[in-house]
């Protein structure tokens, strides 16, 4: 069973922008996006939680926005001003119980429930 599917991701130049998309099978209260870069462990870059809150990792603050809309069970990340280090596999990642605020110190694969295929964004320089 597919519980959230990932789109949207591409080539873009530095500077550029490029707007996530995924698809969630139902309601779920707390919502994220995590990147992976080549080589490096998977973090969380921005996240939607029970209350509608927004939080945002320290390396997109002010570039990229995390939006959701409720009645398409639909999350979005708006990436704008791309850089070479945002290159990578972006994963969309859902939790079925409610929380507030950022994503705890910890494993992120036990925070999260269910987790999307991943959609590649590459930045040239």
């Known amino acids: 069973q597919v519980h959230v599917e990932e789109s949207g991701g591409g080539s873009v130049q530095a500077g550029g922008s490029l707007r996530l998309s995924c698809a969630a099978a139902r309601y779920y209260p707390y919502m994220g996006w995590c990147h992976q870069a080549p080589g490096k462990e998977r973090e969380w870059v921005a996240v939607?939680?029970?209350?509608?809150?927004?939080t945002y990792a320290d390396s997109v603050k002010g570039r990229f926005t995390i939006s959701k809309d409720n009645a398409k069970n639909t999350l979005y990340l708006q990436m704008n001003s791309l850089a070479p280090e945002d290159t990578g596999l972006y994963y969309c990642?859902?939790?079925?119980?409610?929380?507030?605020?950022?994503?705890?110190?910890?494993?992120?694969?036990?925070?999260?429930?269910?987790w999307g295929q991943g959609t590649q964004v590459t930045v040239s320089s």
């Open positions: 939607i939680d029970t209350g509608g809150h927004t």
């Open positions: 990642a859902v939790r079925g119980g409610g929380y507030d605020g950022r994503p705890p110190p910890g494993d992120l694969y036990t925070f999260f429930d269910f």
